[in-house]
């Protein structure tokens, strides 16, 4: 039962989000294009849950995510008649990013063969379609200050705010991708098996691939803003919610859990996490 309420609580949450963007936003046949958006994220990941429980597998769970981003951004220039420069740009920014990290972690997720967070989730239908349901959630408040951008009807010239906010996604993509190969590279190497990365943007923070997406969404928010007007302002919700989900929910929490878990007895371990922030860069401490 919990886990039925607790899709009906994201369904509202996400209606109410879908309501306010869609005010000032382009239509078709009267619908609200952002909305159905909205709908479609949803759509996406209850259509993959079938075949997915009927396997008992979670393997395209991500993959499934990214083409989530891809088919709605896609459907928004679309449905939006003729398109800015402003939806052009943050179009390809999410375009750019989401083929990144699905090849990424559909490429890792076929490496190890499982991903642990589903161990128990996917035997039990309804809360694996609470997972697929999440995600759908998950994609379209991401996206919706891009996305309340992009389906506006009123057209706003690029300026100064875009250009600052193109750096900063730059910054925060350059980040990620580092970081991310990095770690990979770390990992591939046989020597380190069972052990922790602690070099390179792993010595500034623990979670640097976590901050460079935190990041990216806010340059993100910077290049959407100017276009926003009224209710439309709700999409600010994006960088917001990436950091609340990366540091309070699925993200840091789980590996930092898990870390202890594995580590936690180890003195280089706490040696590294004393010295290294959980998140935001600094440089590494000597010594």
Not at 195 to 221: C, D, K, M
Not at 263 to 282: H, I, K, M
């Amino acid at each position: 039962m919990s886990a039925y309420l607790s899709m009906l609580a994201t369904l509202l949450v996400a209606a109410v989000v879908a309501w306010a963007g869609s005010q000032g936003g382009e239509t078709v046949a009267g619908i609200p294009v952002f909305a159905l958006c909205a709908g479609l994220a949803f759509v996406i990941n209850w259509l993959a849950f079938v075949p997915s429980y009927r396997a008992q597998t979670e393997r395209y769970y991500d993959l499934v995510g990214s083409l989530t981003y891809l088919s709605v951004t896609g459907t928004a220039v679309a449905l939006s008649g003729a398109p800015d420069a402003r939806a052009l740009l943050l179009a390809g920014l999410v375009v750019v990013w989401a083929s990144r990290l699905g090849s990424f972690l559909f490429r890792r997720i076929l490496r190890a063969g499982r991903d642990p967070r589903f161990d128990t989730l996917k035997t039990d239908a309804a809360r694996f379609l609470l997972a697929w349901t999440m995600q759908g959630l998950w994609v379209f408040l991401t996206l919706s200050c891009a996305l309340a951008a992009i389906t506006a009807a009123a057209s706003v010239p690029l300026g100064l705010p875009a250009a600052l906010g193109l750096a900063v996604w730059l910054g925060g993509f350059a980040i990620e991708v580092v970081s991310d190969r990095q770690k990979q590279a770390f990992r591939n190497d046989p020597g380190n098996r069972g052990r922790f990365i602690q070099t390179g943007l792993w010595a500034w923070s623990r979670h640097p691939n976590y901050f460079g997406e935190i990041v990216l969404w806010i340059g993100v928010a910077l290049i959407a803003l100017p276009a926003l007007s009224g209710w439309q302002h709700v999409g600010l919700v994006s960088p917001v919610f990436v950091y609340l989900l990366l540091t309070r929910v699925s993200g840091v929490p789980l590996l930092e859990a898990r870390a202890e878990k594995e580590w936690g007895d180890d003195p280089a371990w706490r040696r590294y996490a004393e010295r290294t922030p959980v998140l935001f860069p600094r440089p590494p401490v000597a010594g």
